[in-house]
């Protein structure tokens, strides 16, 4: 079982940007496709982006497509999620998670196992 430790978030202002990180412990890291996803009060946990095992292929929500920025290390077991021109819209808990094949790009949380605790990103207006 892989073990994902999200770090990186914190309360910003509108425009600014935040690096989240998601460390890894396991030895199947590099073998299947990550996932973010972030959940705000109320309201269902919702697809933010998507990473092949190599990193060679991204996916992202419309939302997010052009400021936030996928990526991983797999020397590192580590994934990332660069968030640029933030909004008050993405405050939320943000998730990492290993998906549960090597299907790509998987959508939907069920395809993920292995989820991070979260951390909190608010952005201020």
């Known amino acids: 079982q892989v073990q994902l430790v999200e770090s990186g978030g914190g309360l910003v202002q509108a425009g600014d940007s935040l690096r989240l990180s998601c460390a890894a412990s396991?030895?199947?890291?590099?073998?299947?496709?990550m996932g973010w996803f972030r959940q705000a009060p109320g309201k269902e946990r919702e697809f933010v982006a998507a990473?092949?095992?190599?990193?060679?292929?991204?996916s992202y929500s419309d939302s997010v497509k052009g400021r936030f920025t996928i990526s991983r290390d797999n020397s590192k077991n580590t994934a990332y999620l660069q968030m640029n021109s933030l909004k008050p819209e993405d405050t939320a808990v943000y998730y990492c998670?290993?998906?549960?094949?090597?299907?790509?790009?998987?959508?939907?949380?069920?395809?993920?196992?292995?989820w991070g605790q979260g951390t909190q990103v608010t952005v201020s207006s």
């Open positions: 990473i092949t095992w190599s990193g060679g292929g991204t």
């Open positions: 396991g030895r199947t890291f590099s073998t299947y496709p």
């Open positions: 998670a290993l998906g549960r094949s090597t299907y790509f790009p998987a959508l939907s949380h069920y395809e993920y196992t292995s």
